[in-house]
């Protein structure tokens, strides 16, 4: 899926770290990339605002060349994904539900032209909708393209629905209405209205969906497109969102699209979301669109891990000195979170030593010489001092340093005695 557009990404970030970072230079392969986002469908909106985007981040920036190439990868990763974030997100599942609650049906109304699978979408949807157990209706709307009704009924068939149904050339807003009648008196969880489908430019078809929505009143109105058919299919978009104003689209054919552009395109042109793709000739091959999946499939890394580290490797040196202060801090450093309790004063009535793990009494009676405690007085003193030496990330004492400072100097391991004596603290 969608290697144009990974293509096109990964070759940009390459561009830019055999370049300086001059604004002439930028400007070149800045417009190598709109080259090759263009190929890949990907609409001008969505390209403008890539360029604006990376120049931003990149002119003027002092970084070091062999890191270009992930400055601009991350810059366009944040870019796509506030471009998806951007549009927000419908539960379609959770507004079901709550529109049960009260008692009334749900209505989707599917829009999109002729051969983009839209019927075919409605089923796998209906599918989905049954798995999740709400009962759903389907009205047939289409009532001018030949076979449009046997094919739905087909559907309807082979997920046991009720479909609701008249002649062609009968009133599509009057079969909606009917359906969502249907769904009200029979306690029905979900109407899905199937439309017409000529080509956007049609005036009369865009006429009769605007009627079908003013006479039902869907609550969702959803756009299928084709991923394949590109740039057609942005402009579909496009121009069924001025008539319509969908809340959102779904994608069919996204498994064998290579150039992966529709998705950026339709979400920046339309500010809506897409909601699912279809990936397969299956009812079960429907699946919620993901951003974090897109994203790593057209840059091959996750968008919340990329770039949030800087990864610099250091050489280390030879210690010839060990400063007690210095080797304190590096120890410190290198332990665990710090944890946040209080050390003020523990109860009589507790185990002083509770939460402390036996590992760390035994480290910090080792290195400190401390004897066992005499008394329950003494317990408390003890267990309060090992749970500041946790804190400040275990130090070590300043005999263990010169002992560490001896053996570096000296180059020769020296091993550690243990001693446990836990089970006396225990006592």
Known sequence: MFENL??????VAKSFSEKELSEKDINNILQQLEISLLESDVATEVIDSLKSDLKKS????????HE???????????????LFDATGKIDILEKISAKKKLQEPYVILFVGINGTGKTTTLAKLAHMLQ????????AAADTYRAGAIEQLTE??????????????????????????LHAKSNKIDCVLIDTAGRMQTSKNL?????????????????????????NDTVNQAREFYQHVKFDGAILTKSDADARGGAALSIVKVTNTPILFVGVGQGYKDLKPFDKELFIETVFGVKPESYGTETKIQHMEQPVTKIQNESLVQTQAKKQEIKPTESFEKISENEDPFEGIKTEDINNYVEQFGVSPPENDTQARELAA????????????????IQDDSNELNNDIPKPKKKRSFFGKLRK
């Open 6 to 11: 990974r293509s096109a990404f990964s070759n």
């Open 58 to 65: 990149l002119i003027g920036t002092k970084v070091d060349k």
């Open 68 to 82: 270009i190439e992930s400055l601009v990868k991350k810059s366009l990763i944040d870019s796509i994904s506030v």
């Open 131 to 138: 798995q999740a157990k709400f009962s759903v209706v389907v």
């Open 155 to 180: 559907h309807t068939n082979r997920l046991n629905l009720k479909i609701i149904a008249q002649n062609y050339g009968a009133d599509p807003a009057a079969v909606a209405k009917d359906a969502v």
């Open 206 to 230: 865009m006429d009769q969906i605007a009627k079908i929505t003013k006479v039902v009143n869907p609550d969702l109105k959803l756009f299928v497109g084709d991923s394949l058919a590109g």
């Open 385 to 400: 001092k090992i749970k500041e030496w946790i804190a400040n990330g275990r130090p070590k004492s300043e005999k263990n």
